[in-house]
C-alpha cells in the first residue's frame, strides 16, 4: 500500500516517510471539507477500497482510505451495502472508550458515491516481527481483544493491525463488525480465558452508565437489533469480567497467526 500513496503523491523517492501527523479534529475537519485530488484502487480485498489523496484550500493534504458503498460485495450474514457504516460505528466505539485505536472514519460522497473516508496511518518501516508484536500480552493489544469482543469483530487479521513510526498501534478494517449474531474471529486470542485487566474493565462502564448517548453514537448506522446485541456484549464482558474460551474451529479460522 505505501507504494500506491507514493504514487498518489507523485513523489519520485521510496523513502517511506509519511505525512506530518495531524491531531484528531484537524484529521476528521480535513476528512470532512477537503477536495479529493487522487484516487487509486487498492487491487487487493473483497470490497472495492481507494488510496485517495486529499487536500484543502489551506494547501494541507492527506492521504485517506475510501471505501464506498457501491463497492461492497455481497454477504449473507451482513445487510447489503452496511460495511462503510460499520467503520465508521467502531470509529466512534473507539473514540467513546478514549482508546484512540482506530483512526478518524467518518461518511462522506466520493468519487464513487457515498462511503466511509478514514485517515491513513502510515506504518513504521521496520515494526519487528508481527507475531511477537501483536501475540504479547501488553496493555495494549489487551484493547484490542477487548474491543473485538464488544464490537464483534470477525475479520481481526494480523494485516488489520499496524504500528506506525511513533509506536502506536491501530487498528483498520472493521467492516464485518456489530453483528446481532455471534461472528468473533481474530488471529489475537492469547487473553482467552483470562481476567480482564481492571482499568480496561472500568472503562466498559461508562458505555452502560451513558447507553443513550451511546446509542445515539451508533443510531444511523446500526439496526436496533445490532445495537442491542452490542450493549449485552459489553454488559456480559463487564459482569463476567473474564474473556471467553475460544473455538478453534469457529473464532480462530487462521490457525495460531
Known sequence: ????????????????????????????????????????????????????????????????????????????DFRGGTLFRREVAAYRLSKRLGWGIVPPTIIRQGPHGTGSLQLYIQPAPDAGDPHELWGDLSLENERFVLFDHIANNADRKLSHCL????????????????????????????FAG??????????????????????????????????????ARVDALHRSGCYPDLDPYRNIPYGWW
Open 194 to 231: 483470562m481476567p480482564i485487566t481492571e482499568s480496561l474493565r472500568r472503562d466498559l462502564g461508562p458505555l452502560l452508565e451513558q447507553r443513550e448517548a451511546c446509542a445515539e453514537d451508533f443510531k444511523a448506522l446500526l439496526t436496533h437489533d445490532e445495537i442491542d446485541a452490542f450493549f
Open 163 to 190: 504500528l506506525d513510526a511513533s509506536g502506536k498501534r491501530w487498528g483498520i478494517d472493521h467492516g464485518l463488525t456489530f453483528n446481532e449474531v455471534p461472528k468473533l474471529r481474530t488471529v489475537m486470542w492469547q
Open 1 to 76: 500500500m505505501p507504494d500506491l500513496f507514493l504514487e498518489l503523491r507523485n513523489q519520485d523517492d521510496t523513502s517511506g516517510q509519511s505525512l506530518p501527523p495531524l491531531a484528531e479534529e484537524e484529521a476528521l475537519r480535513l476528512l470532512e471539507t477537503a477536495e479529493f485530488t487522487a484516487a487509486k484502487l487498492i487491487p487487493w480485498g473483497s470490497n472495492y477500497s481507494f488510496a485517495v489523496a486529499l487536500a484543502d484550500s489551506s494547501g494541507v493534504e492527506q492521504l485517506a482510505i475510501y471505501k464506498p458503498r457501491a463497492g461492497e460485495a455481497p454477504l449473507h
